[in-house]
């Protein structure tokens, strides 16, 4: 497997000229644009990982008067905090980079949805946002974006989740197909990117596409931010490389005494000590949106392992089977399990239920509350049994 | 056509045709749950999950649409396996105490618990966490959260079918409900109580408020009479809850059945449904003549039917600017019930106060109604107790009658007449049909010129349908309709009649008169009917409607020789003073939520 | 209980009579009086023409759309894996014994509510908080304390 190693990158916050940056994409073809993404490689910064090139060439595809491009900043995922420092410190890029993706995709039409926690930062943005427009009417590009809010739902992140919120109905995720890139938004053809994947896609139009893969592995290109907090001496934002083994990443970032990492939050997957040096962060080893969270030795992984199932168990919309209940009974299970008034065998049942929510949940949340639940319990029993 | 392979066998279907009906076409039963004939792809339940080749996940086979060159599996290990779960799943959330469950043996939870999830539960229980909570505030109907499986059924039913959304889904995670507004009482919300949810809720959770035990208390009470209507859609949906097919009539042994049963006297609700026809169509007629001749600027017009409890709250609740414009006739279940303690007890010599007054209705709003303090003409409750086609059904096999081979008995009297324009009130645009039939002919007194008296344009189940009569020929006293084009219109489902009232609110409906039912077929499909409904278990009962009244000697109103006694004997004439006593009512606003 | 007055109508005509406005409507009034009453959620249903329960049922969904009396303050506590590895119980505590109410509760005085909540998105400075719209994160007892008592005296 390659491993390029721990490396600082400085692309996402990098300053740069963006009316230069704009204007240059304003003179692209949609064509083009789309091009120098696909050749990118880049995969959607979300955590689903789709990429974007292909994203935004099937919803230009479609033939529709009207498209948005919607600009996910719900950042709901326990430890992801990144989209919210991208979004206070460069958000003029964000707005460039919905700009170039409607340009690509043919709307004129960008929707932020932004978490009701980041609510502090409206007013700051709608002063950004107004500069930001006129800065593109200067270079003579008609494209307008719209703030919506979120109220405090983790599963409005979901993308089909989000369109029902901003369209006043509650977060519930829609059967899929029909996929965004058709029916989205008011049932438009939407292309529904990360903050930033956006900011990415605009750097990339900058640089080129081969600047970009210089960095990364072939699954995983480029270089992301991490949001990492936990049992760390140095908490906070780190733009680096993929590719980097767990290992690495906890050599720079742990306090000496790591015991797990969860890669991802509570819908990503917990590595163990014994796992760190062989596995990869990035899409071939375990895919994260950015939350890096660190445990030592002194934390009950039971805790950990509890306090995502409580939030699942509460951040789930409820709508289908294997996810309200699912959760429900992982949530109970593993608290009879700890006080000794259930069997240990019976974390085997909820094991195989929790392969049943990954296949059976109707959208995403339901069906990676497994990737938590059956890592932590398959590397930690002793600290989940009584 | 779109070319699909499922368990190996090879099938074409039209695009957008989903894998579950792809399946069902080559007789592959998979299993659902929140999905409904009726209503808009859910999705939610997951029961109907199945495989497909090459995807990460298993697939909604009730909300994934075919596609070309698709393999599917129904039954892999899988598949099983994760259907097991989620009943299991299902089944932990739920009180299930079958054995004194109202839906005991017609549940589909408890089918699928039957076929996946006999034997030791995996799961721990949950309902000893939750704080689930019994509404049984409503007349009509009863909610039981502790039995829902969130299918959402009743929520899309209460807004597609009846634009309502009385109930709507609430909270979320493990919280998340189906709730009436702020969680009030339904019988202090918006909810109509036609009972369409009751109709399509799989399971327990909501079910019809019953009153059979106090039917038989009345029965067997020596000191009581107790006298029994039957409404003109029961007799037609009856058999399917004793193991006929939908849209065979059971009218004779439905009667006898009653009276092994130990009612006194097996009464029709046709008689009165004749008589709401000539107490409408008199209504109507006067309406016009002042509107036409007086220039009563007055007047409300369209005047709408008033027969449809569920409508009527309906219109309560949402429109009530044009209460005016609703017949102020009660429905045939009030007028008979009003007849019952006052002509009837009469006639039979018979202590008001000792009748006890039982309705078969396919209808839970019936039950609401009879408890509207407007519904005492008598000086009593008009009537005592509604009972659904199902709970007739149920008290049939409490009885362990023989249902199918009891020989055919006839209604008695008095009030047990009938006549083919009665029975049709059981279909949408039965009422109107029954109207032109009698109305038509006092303006004109000649028949309605339609074959055979089958007004076709008014039968069918379009949502909405209109139609026009030009009026001519007319007798002397009804000179002044001479010319007059009729114009009327239908609407059954509460979704339909908010499009007729949104056209009447807008000064768009060009109408005189609109018949309207709640019920998504009139009363054939009403909430009272039995379960399962659906599109052609009601076109089954609708056609078997039609051939009971082409069956019937009399078949307009005016003719029935009971109603002419009654106007002969007690009421003097549509619309007297009696009858305004005894068989008209009003109506009051309400609140919209 | 507050008076809803033209509030509603105000936001219909600035936002719209569709059913898109419905968010955007419920968060202004939340925004103005912490919570949701059942008249509120009556004449945003009247306004935009869809049913009390599915405005009830939408806005039940949302934690931020609250449809129980809440304080003019309300605080809410991180309760999400980082910030209880870092002392949010402590934290808790804290609130609790200068305010006399516990988790879920609202003041007598209706200052102050005190709920838990899910990851707000500061897990490298946890513990964090919210009071209304502001963020406040490192959190010790102490600075808690402080903040609190600035609050009470606003
Ligand atoms: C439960 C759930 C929560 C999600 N939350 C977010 C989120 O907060 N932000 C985000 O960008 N994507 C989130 N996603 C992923 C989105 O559905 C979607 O894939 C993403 O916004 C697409 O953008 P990208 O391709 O740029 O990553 C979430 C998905 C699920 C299933
Ligand atoms: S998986 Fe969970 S969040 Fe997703 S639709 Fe089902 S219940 Fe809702
Ligand atoms: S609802 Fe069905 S499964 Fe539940 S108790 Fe009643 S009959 Fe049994
Ligand atoms: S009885 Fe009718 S109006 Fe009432 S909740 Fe059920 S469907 Fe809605
Ligand atoms: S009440 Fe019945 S129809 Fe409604 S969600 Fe529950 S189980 Fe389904
Ligand atoms: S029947 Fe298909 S998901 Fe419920
Ligand atoms: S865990 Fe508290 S802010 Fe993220």
Same mark, same amino acid.
């Given at each position: 497997?390659?491993?390029t190693?721990l490396?600082?990158?400085?692309?996402?916050f990098?300053?740069?000229?963006?009316?230069?940056?704009l204007?240059?994409?304003?003179?692209?073809?949609k064509?083009?644009i789309?091009?120098?993404?696909?050749?990118s490689?880049l995969k959607?910064?979300?955590?689903a990982?789709?990429?974007t090139?292909?994203k935004w060439?099937f919803?230009s595809?479609?033939k529709?008067?009207?498209?948005?491009?919607?600009c996910?900043?719900?950042e709901?995922?326990?430890?992801?905090f990144?989209?919210?420092?991208?979004?206070?410190?460069?958000?003029?890029?964000?707005?460039?980079g919905?700009?170039?993706?409607?340009k690509?995709?043919?709307?004129k039409?960008?929707?932020?949805?932004?978490r009701?926690?980041?609510?502090?930062?409206l007013?700051?943005?709608?002063?950004?946002?107004t500069?930001?427009?006129?800065?593109?009417?200067e270079?003579g590009?008609?494209?307008?974006?719209?703030?919506?809010?979120?109220?405090?739902a983790?599963?409005c992140g979901e993308?089909?989740?989000l369109?029902?919120?901003?369209e006043?109905?509650?977060g519930?995720?829609?059967?899929?197909?029909?996929?965004?890139?058709?029916?989205?938004?008011?049932?438009?053809?939407?292309?529904?990117?990360?903050?930033?994947?956006?900011?990415?896609?605009?750097?990339?139009?900058?640089?080129?596409?081969k600047?970009?893969i210089?960095?990364g592995?072939?699954?995983?290109r480029?270089s992301?931010?991490?949001?990492?907090?936990?049992?760390t001496?140095?908490?906070?934002?780190f733009?680096?490389e993929l590719?980097m083994?767990?290992?690495?990443f906890v050599?720079?970032f742990g306090?000496?005494?790591?015991k797990?990492?969860q890669?991802?939050?509570?819908?990503?997957?917990?590595?163990p000590r014994?796992k760190f040096?062989e596995?990869i962060?990035g899409f071939?080893g375990v895919?994260t949106?950015?939350?890096?969270k660190?445990?030592?030795?002194?934390?009950?992984?039971?805790?950990?392992?509890h306090?995502?199932?409580?939030?699942?168990?509460?951040?789930?919309?409820?709508q289908?089977?294997p996810?309200?209940?699912?959760?429900?009974?992982?949530?109970?299970?593993?608290?009879?399990?700890?006080k000794?008034?259930?069997?240990?065998?019976?974390l085997n049942?909820?094991?195989?239920?929790?392969?049943?929510?990954?296949?059976a949940?109707k959208?995403?949340?339901g069906?990676s509350?497994?990737?938590?639940?059956?890592?932590?319990?398959?590397?930690?029993?002793?600290?989940i049994i009584? | 056509?779109?070319?699909l392979?499922?368990?190996?066998?090879?099938?074409?279907?039209q695009a957008?045709?989903?894998?579950l009906a792809?399946?069902?076409?080559?007789k592959?039963?998979?299993?659902?749950?929140?999905?409904?004939?009726?209503l808009?792809v @859910?999705?939610?339940?997951?029961v109907?999950?199945?495989?497909?080749?090459?995807a990460?996940t298993?697939?909604?086979s009730?909300?994934?649409?075919?596609t070309e060159?698709?393999?599917?599996?129904?039954?892999?290990?899988?598949v099983?396996?994760?259907?097991?779960h989620?009943?299991?799943?299902?089944l932990?959330?739920?009180?299930s105490?079958?054995?004194?469950?109202?839906?005991?043996q017609?549940?589909e939870l408890?089918s699928?618990?039957?076929?996946?999830?006999?034997?030791?539960?995996i799961f721990l229980?949950l309902?000893?966490?939750?704080k689930?909570?019994?509404?049984?505030?409503?007349?009509?109907?009863?909610?039981?959260?502790s039995?829902?499986i969130?299918?959402?059924?009743?929520?899309?039913?209460?807004?597609?079918?009846q634009y309502?959304?009385?109930?709507?889904?609430?909270?979320?995670g493990?919280?998340q409900?189906?709730?009436?507004?702020?969680?009030?009482?339904?019988?202090h919300v918006?909810?109509?109580n036609c009972?369409?949810c009751?109709?399509?809720?799989?399971?327990g959770?909501?079910v019809e408020k019953?009153?059979?035990?106090?039917?038989?208390?009345?029965?067997?009470?020596p000191d009581k009479?107790?006298?029994?209507?039957?409404?003109?859609a029961?007799?037609?949906?009856?058999g399917?809850?004793?193991?006929?097919?939908?849209g065979?009539?059971?009218t004779?042994?439905?009667?006898?059945?009653?009276?092994?049963?130990?009612?006194?006297?097996v009464l029709?609700t046709d008689f009165?449904?004749?008589?709401?026809?000539m107490?409408?169509?008199?209504?109507?007629?006067v309406?016009?003549k002042?509107?036409?001749?007086?220039?009563?600027?007055k007047?409300?017009?369209?005047?709408?039917?008033?027969?449809s409890p =569920?409508?009527?709250?309906?219109i309560e609740?949402?429109?009530?600017?044009?209460?005016?414009n609703?017949?102020?006739c009660?429905?045939?279940q009030q007028?008979?019930g009003?007849?019952?303690?006052t002509?009837?007890?009469?006639?039979?010599?018979?202590?008001?106060?000792?009748?006890?007054?039982?309705?078969?209705m396919?209808?839970?709003?019936k039950k609401f109604e009879?408890d509207?303090p407007?519904?005492?003409?008598?000086g009593?409750?008009d009537?005592?107790?509604?009972?659904t086609?199902?709970e007739?059904?149920?008290m049939?096999?409490q009885?362990?009658?023989?249902f199918r081979?009891?020989e055919e008995?006839?209604?008695?009297s008095?009030?047990?007449?009938s006549?083919?324009a009665?029975?049709?009130f059981?279909?949408?645009?039965?009422?109107?049909?029954?109207?032109?039939?009698?109305?038509?002919?006092?303006?004109t007194?000649?028949?309605?010129?339609f074959?055979n008296?089958?007004?076709?344009?008014?039968r069918?189940?379009?949502?909405?349908?209109?139609?026009?009569i030009?009026?001519?020929?007319?007798?002397?006293a009804?000179?002044?309709?001479? =010319?007059?084009e009729?114009k009327?219109?239908?609407a059954?489902?509460?979704?339909?009649?908010n499009?007729?009232?949104?056209?009447?609110?807008?000064?768009n @409906?060009?109408?005189?008169f609109?018949?309207?039912m709640?019920?998504?077929?009139g009363?054939? =499909? =009403?909430?009272?009917?039995?379960?399962?409904?659906?599109m052609?278990i009601?076109?089954?009962?609708?056609?078997?409607?039609?051939?009971e009244?082409?069956?019937m000697?009399?078949?307009?109103?005016?003719?029935?020789?009971?109603v002419?006694?009654?106007?002969?004997e007690f009421?003097?004439k549509?619309?007297?003073?009696?009858?305004?006593?005894?068989?008209h009512?009003?109506y009051?606003?309400?609140d919209?939520? | 209980m507050y008076?809803?007055?033209n509030?509603v109508?105000?936001?219909?005509?600035?936002?719209?009579?569709?059913r898109e406005?419905?968010?955007?409507?419920?968060?202004?009034?939340?925004?103005?009086?912490?919570?949701?009453?059942?008249e509120?959620?009556v004449e945003?249903?009247?306004?935009?023409?869809?049913?009390?329960?599915e405005?009830?049922g939408t806005?039940?969904?949302y934690?931020?759309?609250?449809?129980q009396?809440?304080?003019?303050?309300?605080?809410?506590?991180?309760?999400t894996?980082?910030?209880?590895m870092?002392?949010?119980s402590d934290?808790?505590?804290?609130?609790?014994d200068?305010?006399?109410?516990?988790?879920?509760?609202?003041?007598?005085?209706?200052q102050?509510?005190l709920?838990?909540?899910?990851?707000?998105g500061?897990?490298?400075?946890?513990?964090a908080?919210?009071?209304?719209e502001l963020?406040?994160?490192?959190?010790?007892?102490?600075?808690?304390s402080?903040i609190?008592?600035?609050?009470?005296?606003k």
């Amino acid at each position: 497997m390659e491993n390029t190693g721990l490396n600082k990158v400085d692309l996402i916050f990098e300053k740069i000229d963006n009316k230069e940056v704009l204007a240059k994409a304003f003179k692209m073809t949609k064509e083009e644009i789309i091009k120098e993404v696909l050749d990118s490689g880049l995969k959607g910064r979300g955590g689903a990982g789709f990429p974007t090139g292909m994203k935004w060439k099937f919803t230009s595809e479609e033939k529709s008067p009207e498209k948005y491009i919607v600009c996910n900043a719900d950042e709901g995922e326990p430890g992801t905090f990144k989209d919210r420092e991208i979004l206070d410190r460069v958000s003029n890029k964000v707005h460039g980079g919905m700009a170039i993706a409607g340009k690509a995709i043919g709307a004129k039409k960008g929707v932020v949805y932004l978490r009701g926690e980041y609510r502090y930062m409206l007013p700051k943005l709608m002063i950004e946002l107004t500069s930001f427009h006129k800065m593109i009417k200067e270079i003579g590009y008609d494209f307008n974006i719209e703030y919506r809010m979120g109220s405090g739902a983790y599963i409005c992140g979901e993308e089909s989740a989000l369109f029902e919120s901003i369209e006043g109905k509650r977060g519930e995720p829609r059967n899929k197909p029909p996929y965004p890139t058709v029916s989205g938004l008011f049932e438009k053809p939407t292309s529904i990117n990360n903050v930033e994947t956006l900011v990415t896609a605009m750097m990339i139009v900058k640089h080129g596409a081969k600047n970009f893969i210089q960095y990364g592995t072939k699954d995983s290109r480029g270089s992301k931010v991490f949001s990492v907090s936990g049992d760390t001496p140095t908490p906070g934002i780190f733009e680096l490389e993929l590719g980097m083994t767990v290992l690495q990443f906890v050599d720079e970032f742990g306090d000496g005494d790591t015991k797990a990492v969860q890669v991802g939050g509570a819908s990503g997957f917990c590595v163990p000590r014994k796992k760190f040096a062989e596995t990869i962060i990035g899409f071939e080893g375990v895919p994260t949106g950015g939350s890096m969270k660190l445990f030592n030795s002194s934390r009950s992984m039971y805790n950990v392992l509890h306090n995502y199932l409580d939030f699942f168990t509460e951040e789930s919309c409820g709508q289908c089977t294997p996810c309200r209940v699912g959760c429900q009974q992982l949530l109970k299970g593993v608290e009879k399990v700890k006080k000794g008034e259930a069997k240990s065998t019976y974390l085997n049942e909820l094991m195989k239920l929790a392969d049943s929510m990954k296949i059976a949940a109707k959208c995403g949340l339901g069906q990676s509350v497994g990737n938590a639940f059956k890592s932590i319990v398959g590397n930690f029993k002793e600290e989940i049994i009584y | 056509m779109i070319n699909l392979i499922i368990n190996d066998q090879k099938v074409s279907v039209q695009a957008g045709t989903t894998v579950l009906a792809a399946a069902k076409k080559l007789k592959i039963n998979i299993p659902t749950l929140c999905n409904h004939d009726d209503l808009c792809v @859910a999705g939610n339940c997951r029961v109907c999950i199945v495989e497909q080749k090459g995807a990460r996940t298993l697939i909604a086979s009730c909300a994934t649409p075919a596609t070309e060159g698709m393999e599917i599996h129904t039954n892999t290990l899988k598949v099983r396996n994760a259907r097991k779960h989620i009943v299991e799943l299902l089944l932990s959330e739920h009180r299930s105490d079958c054995t004194k469950c109202y839906k005991n043996q017609n549940c589909e939870l408890q089918s699928l618990a039957n076929e996946f999830a006999f034997g030791d539960h995996i799961f721990l229980d949950l309902v000893e966490d939750k704080k689930y909570s019994i509404d049984r505030s409503s007349p009509s109907f009863i909610k039981d959260d502790s039995k829902c499986i969130r299918c959402q059924r009743c929520v899309r039913t209460c807004s597609e079918l009846q634009y309502i959304s009385a109930i709507a889904v609430a909270n979320k995670g493990a919280h998340q409900k189906i709730s009436s507004f702020h969680d009030r009482p339904m019988s202090h919300v918006v909810c109509t109580n036609c009972g369409q949810c009751v109709n399509r809720c799989p399971t327990g959770a909501l079910v019809e408020k019953t009153y059979i035990d106090q039917v038989w208390d009345a029965i067997y009470d020596p000191d009581k009479h107790v006298v029994v209507q039957t409404a003109p859609a029961v007799r037609v949906a009856l058999g399917e809850d004793l193991g006929y097919d939908p849209g065979e009539r059971v009218t004779g042994k439905m009667v006898n059945a009653l009276k092994q049963l130990g009612f006194n006297s097996v009464l029709d609700t046709d008689f009165s449904a004749d008589l709401t026809i000539m107490e409408e169509g008199t209504e109507l007629l006067v309406r016009l003549k002042k509107a036409l001749v007086d220039g009563d600027t007055k007047v409300s017009l369209p005047m709408f039917t008033s027969c449809s409890p =569920g409508w009527i709250k309906f219109i309560e609740h949402k429109y009530p600017e044009f209460l005016p414009n609703l017949s102020t006739c009660k429905s045939p279940q009030q007028m008979f019930g009003a007849l019952a303690k006052t002509y009837y007890a009469k006639k039979r010599n018979i202590d008001p106060s000792k009748i006890v007054s039982v309705s078969i209705m396919p209808c839970t709003a019936k039950k609401f109604e009879a408890d509207r303090p407007e519904m005492r003409a008598s000086g009593y409750k008009d009537v005592d107790y509604v009972l659904t086609t199902r709970e007739l059904a149920v008290m049939i096999k409490q009885a362990g009658l023989d249902f199918r081979n009891l020989e055919e008995a006839i209604y008695d009297s008095i009030m047990g007449e009938s006549t083919g324009a009665a029975v049709i009130f059981g279909a949408t645009g039965g009422v109107m049909e029954a109207a032109l039939r009698t109305a038509y002919e006092i303006v004109t007194g000649r028949e309605v010129p339609f074959g055979n008296l089958n007004i076709t344009p008014v039968r069918g189940m379009d949502g909405v349908k209109e139609a026009s009569i030009k009026i001519e020929g007319c007798v002397e006293a009804w000179s002044f309709l001479e =010319g007059a084009e009729l114009k009327i219109a239908i609407a059954h489902g509460l979704v339909n009649a908010n499009k007729i009232m949104k056209l009447v609110k807008e000064g768009n @409906a060009p109408y005189h008169f609109i018949e309207i039912m709640a019920c998504p077929g009139g009363c054939i =499909g =009403g909430g009272g009917q039995p379960i399962p409904t659906n599109m052609q278990i009601r076109k089954n009962r609708m056609k078997a409607i039609y051939s009971e009244d082409e069956n019937m000697v009399l078949r307009k109103s005016h003719l029935n020789p009971e109603v002419v006694a009654i106007y002969k004997e007690f009421l003097d004439k549509p619309n007297s003073h009696k009858s305004h006593e005894l068989l008209h009512t009003h109506y009051v606003e309400r609140d919209n939520f | 209980m507050y008076q809803v007055g033209n509030l509603v109508k105000e936001l219909s005509d600035k936002h719209g009579r569709v059913r898109e406005s419905l968010m955007p409507i419920l968060q202004e009034i939340v925004q103005k009086h912490n919570y949701l009453n059942d008249e509120a959620m009556v004449e945003v249903a009247r306004e935009l023409d869809i049913s009390a329960a599915e405005v009830y049922g939408t806005a039940s969904f949302y934690t931020f759309l609250d449809t129980q009396v809440k304080g003019k303050y309300v605080i809410r506590v991180c309760k999400t894996i980082t910030c209880s590895m870092k002392g949010k119980s402590d934290i808790i505590h804290t609130i609790e014994d200068m305010l006399k109410i516990r988790v879920g509760e609202t003041t007598t005085d209706k200052q102050f509510s005190l709920i838990e909540t899910n990851c707000i998105g500061w897990c490298h400075k946890a513990p964090a908080i919210l009071i209304n719209e502001l963020p406040y994160t490192e959190l010790t007892p102490e600075k808690v304390s402080e903040i609190i008592k600035d609050y009470m005296q606003k």
